[in-house]
């Protein structure tokens, strides 16, 4: 992968080939992370725990104060889309704007929390991180874009304040009802550590990962865009529905996350549809999975870590039902593979990406032989990022 210097000095030349190449002009570099998450999946909108890292794969920004109130933004990953113009006051979303919705439903959200951009800026962005794969770009660029304004005007915004207005950004203004732990792990990821979230209370604590000779391996499917956004809905909906049932046994509950097994298995009866206490169970179940996983790897017990990351996947494609014949393929051949501690599916489900802990000296066997099988399995190959836990979202120069 391309060095951070060489990155911004290639921004540098396109910037000044987009927006002018007016030399007395001084420009900000930021960069915000992706994210994987090591274990906890579909438990935020739950109330459960989440257990991401914020990965060195990422998106820049080079960024110029405008005099005006207009912003014009290009990203070296949309080249077909040219640059995008839009007011920094007033923004509604916009279909002909494309991916620009993301900077500007920040920019919206901002403006209604009483936080309103005094100028525009010239921005050019480039993500080194696969989009619509499950690592997270989309909450990327929306912290990216929340540091921006928050950087230029002096907002005095801590990092979780402009976390939960990114989150609200994408939920309100580009549509997707995802869960806070993807922006949290993109703003508050810290190097070398995994971040334990409660997303009900939203306390957390960092985890320093030590993985004793391994390391984390995210294997993208490659899958298409798939109808995923519909299938999340109904799987929130239907937790929503057994939460509600739940709540007339025990009025006190305000989430999935914060049943035992044991009370689960003692309340399930009164969720009545069998497919909803499936779903349920996924949630409460991988909450609690995910406590023990956390416990385990503080206790320097990899291996434990590995086999409750597998129970996960499990329970995902069994209970919850959102992986699909691509990532079972790769998690399957991934637990064949000798020094493969462990390995599930990351992210929302349905394609993106797996997430394996694999010993350093089995890594070029792991792809070579996931790579290969799966190709001819599934028609298209896999690629694979071996993970650095990086720092989140930042000021660069
Ligand atoms: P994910 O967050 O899993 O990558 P999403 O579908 O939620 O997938 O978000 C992907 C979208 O985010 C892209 O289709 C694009 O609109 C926007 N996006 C992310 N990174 C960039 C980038 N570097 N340049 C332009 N748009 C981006
Ligand atoms: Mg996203």
Redesign the pocket.
Known sequence: MEKENEILAKMQAEFAAKFGADAARETRSYFSP?RVNLIGEHTDYNGGHVFPCAISLG?YALVADRQDSKTQIY?M??ADKGVIEFPMSGLSYDKAK??A??PMGVVKVFEDAGFKAGHGFDIL???T?????????????EVLTALILNDAFDFGLDMVEMVKLSQKAENTFVG?NCGIM?QFAVGMGKKDCAILLDCNTLSYRYSKIALDGASIVITNTNKP?SLASSAYNVRRAQCEHALNELKEVKPELNALGELSNEEFNQLAGAISEPLERQRARHAVLENNRTLEAVEALEANDVAKFGKLMNESHYSLRDDYDVTGKELDTLAELAWQVDGVIGSRMT?AGFG?CTVSLVKNEAIEAFKEKVGKVYTEKIGYAPSFYVANIADGTHRVK
């Open positions: 992706g998106t990203s990953n949309m494309d991916w919705n993301y962005i480039f993500g991180l696969p989009n619509g794969s499950g690592l997270s770009s989309s909450a990327s660029i997707v993807d865009h992210g993106g």
